[in-house]
Structures are given as structure tokens and as C-alpha cells.
């Protein structure tokens, strides 16, 4: 179980958190759900409906769509976050690699939290477009070795 001041050392580390006012971000800690996961657990499958984002408070997770594994996620990393603005199906599994904690936001939650302090959409969006980078310089480089367009 993670302390309050724990919670906050946490997410001010959270890049879609940062720049963001102590105060803030100690009201939206307390409301985020701690949860714990034993290792080779599906947090989240691909397909299913998202309306949370989570952010790893120990632990590693590994990103995937079936066996293609995309990207792993560590302590302070978050995901779902494509899922908790637009509703949409999760785009792919994330399954824990060994035991993880996490603190969940629910949709409702990041909706008010964007209502009272903006800077958290800004945030959000900045990270959805470094992850497109990240994977338009992976397609790239398979393109630039002659391999199929396996991440697609």
C-alpha cells in the first residue's frame, strides 16, 4: 500500500502528470485505485473496452498484440491512456512480466482533472505523439532492412 506522499512522488514523475501544481495532483492521487498484480496476469486484453488508464507503481509489463510484443513498461511508465480518451476498444494486451502495483484513474476521473487543469490533455497528448514517433521510426527501420511491415 502506497502512503499519500508516495502516491505524489510517483505521479509527478508520470510524464502526462508533469508541470502540474503539488496541490493538484495530491487530490488526484487520493483518488486513484491501488491495485496489485501477480506476475503473467492480463491487466488489460486487447479488444476489450477501456475506460482507465493505469500507471505502474512497481513492477514491468510488457505490451503486445498476440505474441508481437511492442514495447515494455516500467515503474512510472503508464498505459491505457488511448483507451480513456476515446473509449475505443484497447488496442493491444498488457500483461504483467512479474509482480506489479499500480494506481488506476478512471475515465471520469482524468475527465475532471482535465476540466480543472488543461495542461494534464496537453500532457496527454504529447505522450500519444511520442509513441507514434516510436513506432513510425520502428516501421521505418524494418522497411530500411527489407523486413515486412510486422507492426502494423
Known sequence: MLTSVQRLLLIQKVPIFK????DFLVRLAATMEELSFPAKHTIVKQGDEGRSLYILASGQVRVHIGDRELVKLKKEDCFGE???????????SVTTLEPCECLMLTQQQLYEAIEETPGVAVNIIRLLSRRIRELNQQINALESSGQERSLI
Not at 488511448?82 to 493491444?92: F, G, N
Open 19 to 22: 508541470e502540474l501544481r503539488d
Open 82 to 92: 488511448m483507451a480513456v480518451l476515446d473509449a475505443e476498444p484497447r488496442s493491444a
